[in-house]
């Protein structure tokens, strides 16, 4: 797409490169992110380096051409900052939406998602801590780049936004980048970013892999190592109602009145049929996997979702 090459093309000449927005936050050295993005003479990135917009980019651009599925977002960086009023051809309410954006305030980078099935936009921020007060990573920057993102479709221009406290939280202050490129390869392939605790070395390596080719496969993407698996509590979200003045409200979710909730289960078996079609019986889902055999997932929703609608 030429916008996200022009985009491109200023980063690397210094216009709206954060490698100077970098330099200010030398008045707060003790800020969770408050490491300056360097490279060397020769413009390679060490491992532990702050990721620069530019490459960044490049990266997303290379993992939404692989992508065998049509997904919107992946725009430069800086064309979400600086070209609000044209997003809205760029982000359709039909398919889904993955976006690294740029918090100023933080100088920190998270994802947003959106899903056209829910029409929910969920945020991945590494700073969050699950116990604490989620609507305090909504900085003006971040509630300002969702809405031009994702307003126009909402039919009430109301955004509605469950901010993901169980994604894996950094404990540095210069691995935001790198865990939000693992988040958007996750995304890209149907993956949910808070089952894996992410290892930096392995997204580095493959970071390296996919900016020093000119082009990658979506197998490589597909088959990427990003860490081990991690438990995750999938309910463990804050829902937020983000308004056109970018005023928010956080949605209350009723509680169950019993102690525990079951966490969803799949077990696979197969079976044989004579009917090669796909079918859905009772609550079970069933995949065909052949002309001969399918396999069918019981999946066990947690007694929550089935008693209590979202607001």
Not at 82 to 108: C, M, W, Y
Not at 173 to 194: E, F, H
Not at 280 to 304: A, C, M
């Amino acid at each position: 797409m030429s916008v996200l090459t022009e985009i491109s093309e200023g980063e690397r000449t210094g216009k709206g490169s954060h490698s100077g927005s970098n330099l200010s936050i030398a008045s707060n050295p003790d800020s969770e992110v408050a490491k300056v993005s360097a490279t060397t003479d020769n413009g390679e990135v060490h491992y532990g380096d702050r990721l620069l917009d530019d490459l960044m980019n490049t990266f997303c651009d290379r993992l939404q051409a692989a992508c065998p599925r049509k997904i919107d977002g992946c725009l430069a960086i800086q064309f979400v900052m600086v070209e609000p009023q044209s997003l809205k051809t760029l982000v359709n309410v039909g398919r889904p939406a993955h976006q690294i954006i740029f918090d100023p305030d933080r100088v920190h980078y998270v994802v947003v998602d959106y899903d056209p099935q829910t029409k929910i936009v969920v945020l991945y921020d590494s700073l969050v801590e699950k116990d604490s007060n989620a609507t305090n990573l909504l900085t003006e920057p971040i509630r300002k780049q969702v809405y031009s993102l994702f307003s126009h479709l909402f039919q009430d221009k109301t955004i509605q936004l469950a901010i993901s406290r169980s994604y894996d939280r950094q404990t540095d202050t210069w691995s935001c980048g790198y865990r939000s490129l693992a988040c958007m390869v996750d995304l890209a392939r149907q993956r949910n970013p808070c089952e894996t605790e992410y290892c930096m070395r392995s997204i580095f390596a493959f970071f390296q892999k996919v900016i020093g080719e000119s082009k990658v496969e979506w197998v490589d993407f597909e088959n990427a190592y990003f860490g081990q698996p991690r438990q995750c509590d999938g309910q463990n979200v804050t829902l937020v109602r983000l308004h056109q003045d970018l005023t928010f409200d956080e949605v209350s979710v009723p509680v169950p009145s019993y102690p525990e909730i079951p966490c969803e289960t799949e077990v696979e078996v197969q079976i044989h049929s004579r009917s090669p079609t796909t079918a859905i019986v009772s609550s079970l889902e069933v995949d065909t996997k052949s002309e001969n055999s399918f396999s069918i997932r019981f999946i066990s929703l947690p007694r929550y979702f089935k008693q209590h609608s979202l607001p």
